[in-house]
């Protein structure tokens, strides 16, 4: 599908290497914005000046939520090329988000064709230093005029792209997560496998339960019981027992992660058993009470590895690992950074490059 592409009158002062980026407050010259027309399908995509779009106050995503996003990055190698990590994975990923929601289906081989041509464009906005990247944000909105509760007849898909500082500024610290008991974020059944907005206003208040606390984030338990360990916050959960891994099945209710299923390939190929099952928190107090609990990680797009140093459920307080980062953790963090950037060799053929 052609792309058309506007100019913009002047473009903005690009952060320099040593600038503090942060995350999500910095946004690069264009964005690509295509709309879908029922009959008419998704059509007429346009590179154009990033800035504010028009919508009806009455815009169905205002008031049902029926909207769909993804997050990925751009990377730039020593050598200065750059490159994604597995983005057909992010796009199969949208449809099924656009499946719960009932949105249109977006092509993958379009979206990639969309995404692509923006960053070929942008390719100067990646940043050079160490740990730092392009963050990558398409969504899709419900732009009808209406407020009554349907399925949407007219979208917007939009990727707008952002340089991010690196996560760990500092090094690669433990986290200390506490385990939610009274709140819920989703249910089998539910949303929760799909990535839409719904799902993290769902889980702001346990969010902000923890840092009340002193906890950066929150281990949500499962919907109906209260005590299958699901994910955590906007990463999935991984433990080290007794030198095995384990992770929370997928079963509709926890968000398949890019990362996570990239974490369990790596481990797999390293020779480490990994086992996908539903978790008891229990299981996890008697092994660490056993001496069995190794480790504690989350995976995610941001972080990547993020080391779990505390886990507090109810009264009882866990140290894991002398809260220190594990050696599994460390080598699935090397390994999957150093592909990301180029530094490790992609045996799995997960990067494309930008050309």
């Known amino acids: 599908m052609e792309i058309k592409f506007t100019k913009a009158s002047a473009l903005k002062a690009k952060p320099q290497p040593g600038d503090k980026l942060g995350f999500g407050h910095i946004f690069t010259d264009y964005m690509l914005v295509m709309p879908y027309d029922e009959g008419q399908g998704w059509h007429d995509p346009e590179i154009k000046p990033y800035g504010e779009i028009g919508l009806s106050p009455a815009?169905?995503?205002?008031?049902?939520?029926?909207?769909?996003?993804?997050?990925?990055?751009?990377?730039?190698?020593?050598?200065g090329k750059v490159q994604l990590f597995r983005p057909m994975e992010n796009f199969k990923r949208l449809n099924k988000s656009n499946e719960r929601l009932v949105i249109p289906q977006l092509p993958e081989e379009l979206g990639m064709q969309c995404l692509m041509e923006l960053l070929k464009v942008e390719k100067?906005?990646?940043?050079?230093?160490e740990g730092e990247s392009l963050y990558i944000r398409p969504f899709i909105i419900a732009v009808d005029p209406f407020l009554g509760v349907k399925p949407g007849e007219h979208y917007l898909f939009i990727i707008i792209l952002s340089p991010s500082g690196a996560y760990y500024e500092s090094g690669l610290n433990p986290v200390n997560i506490y385990v939610e008991s009274k709140y819920v974020r989703a249910v089998r059944g539910g949303m929760g496998f799909a990535k839409t907005?719904?799902?993290?206003?769902?889980?702001?208040?346990?969010?902000?339960?923890?840092?009340?606390?002193?906890?950066?984030?929150?281990?949500?338990?499962?919907?109906?019981?209260?005590?299958?360990?699901?994910?955590?916050?906007?990463?999935?959960?991984?433990?080290?027992i007794d030198?095995?891994?384990?992770?929370?099945?997928?079963?509709?209710?926890i968000l398949p992660g890019i990362t996570r299923k990239s974490a369990i390939e790596v481990a797999k190929s390293k020779g480490l058993e990994v086992e996908e099952r539903r978790i008891d928190i229990q299981e996890i107090a008697?092994?660490?009470?056993?001496?069995?609990?190794?480790?504690?990680?989350?995976?995610?797009?941001?972080?990547?590895?993020?080391?779990?140093?505390?886990?507090?459920?109810?009264?009882?307080?866990?140290e894991i690992n002398g809260n220190k980062i594990g050696k599994i953790s460390q080598m699935l963090y090397d390994t999957m950074t150093g592909i990301q950037w180029g530094k490790v060799e992609d045996t799995f053929n997960w990067i494309v490059p930008v050309e």
């Open 286 to 318: 008697d092994a660490y009470d056993a001496g069995k609990l190794d480790e504690v990680f989350g995976t995610g797009t941001a972080a990547v590895i993020s080391p779990v140093g505390h886990l507090k459920w109810g009264d009882k307080v866990m």
């Open 59 to 79: 815009a169905m995503c205002f008031h049902y939520g029926q909207e769909v996003f993804e997050g990925m990055k751009a990377y730039r190698t020593a050598e």
């Open 243 to 253: 030198g095995k891994v384990v992770t929370p099945m997928l079963q509709g209710s």
């Open 197 to 240: 907005g719904g799902n993290y206003a769902a889980s702001l208040i346990g969010q902000d339960e923890a840092h009340k606390q002193n906890y950066s984030q929150v281990l949500w338990l499962d919907g109906v019981e209260q005590k299958y360990i699901e994910e955590v916050g906007a990463m999935n959960i991984f433990f080290v």
């Open 124 to 129: 100067d906005w990646v940043p050079s230093k």
